[in-house]
DNA sequence: GTTAGTGCAAACCTTTTGCAGCTCT
DNA sequence: AGAGCTGCAAAAGGTTTGCACTAAC
């Protein structure tokens, strides 16, 4: 599937692709990034300065009806707001490490089992599949054992100050007795 | 997992099962439909008029984070907000019909099998994980069927009546013409 | 010349925050 | 007493709508 695809599908639903609609085109498909409404308005600002928020909302909107685009929520990482994916690619799902925000893409053919079974299953006709899973990659792992060890050495040097705290307590309260 | 082990994780956390918080969690947990927080504010009410909207939020959050509810999009079908299930039963997808709206819940091992993928192949620790699915149930698709069809049937009937009135056109321009 | 699309401002809906008072322990 | 929780009001964030003007077919 091409961008070039995308534009003729709007054109056969009598959508017209004006210059604002072809700047978000070419922006969602260049962009490896996945791009929000507002990420994507501050792209599109660059191109054309009078371009307004309003008219990627629509266009937004527009594309996810007529199914180009997949609208993902990469498991409100970053707050509620909605990302947009191109259906240039295959279905993949979207693996979100909850604590460096990074995303991944996995492909495979664990999702078109996946799909197979629903439709076998339910008798369902599949139009749009999201699969999204949260967690810690590889490198967050490792920071967040380092974390959680630091953490509990300031629990025991904290314990261990509380300790001679009170010794001293008892020590001053020794020599006022006399 | 039991009502019971959600309120002990709580209890562990240091967080207080007040009532508020316990008339959301028996609703949470007895209602078999995916309550958004709204709909959830609803029915609390009747259980204690006082109970504030902004409760509801603050619980839902306070579940989220300790990892006892799921939060769920529904595809958006019925608007941006969000929905929630305790994670008292096994992992499911849910299937959601873009007609009618009805919400079915997939089991089955396909889900485990995509988790474990994921984890291998990324090295990734899987925290939660959410797949939805929009498309048509059996029901819907020969309502859709029958509406292109009766479209279809709309569409023709037009022609023909344009059809007629042309030929009528022609016939009174013949008669004035005389 | 009609129909669709744009920009602007204002509205909307869902969710969060600040704060004073209340409640468990 | 002290930490946690609630209600209220107000704000925030993201998105949609009404309307007059403009551009594409």
Redesign the interface.
Known sequence: MSLETIQGSLKKRGVRVTRQRQILLDLLDQSGQHLDAEGLFQLAKERDPKLNRVTVYRTLKLLKQGGLVD?L?L??FTG?QHFYDTRLKQEH?H?I??RCGKV?E?F?E??Q???K??ET??????????????????HC?VLRQQERDAARQRQIEAAAAATNSRSNNVRARARRAG
């Not at 006709?125 to 810690?136: H, I, K």
């Open positions: 609208e929520d498991m409100h509620d799902a693996v490490c909850l991944e996995f495979g664990p999702l089992q996946l799909r079974r629903i299953h339910f008798g369902f006709q599949v139009v749009l599949a999201r699969t999204e899973v949260g967690g810690f990659c590889s792992q």
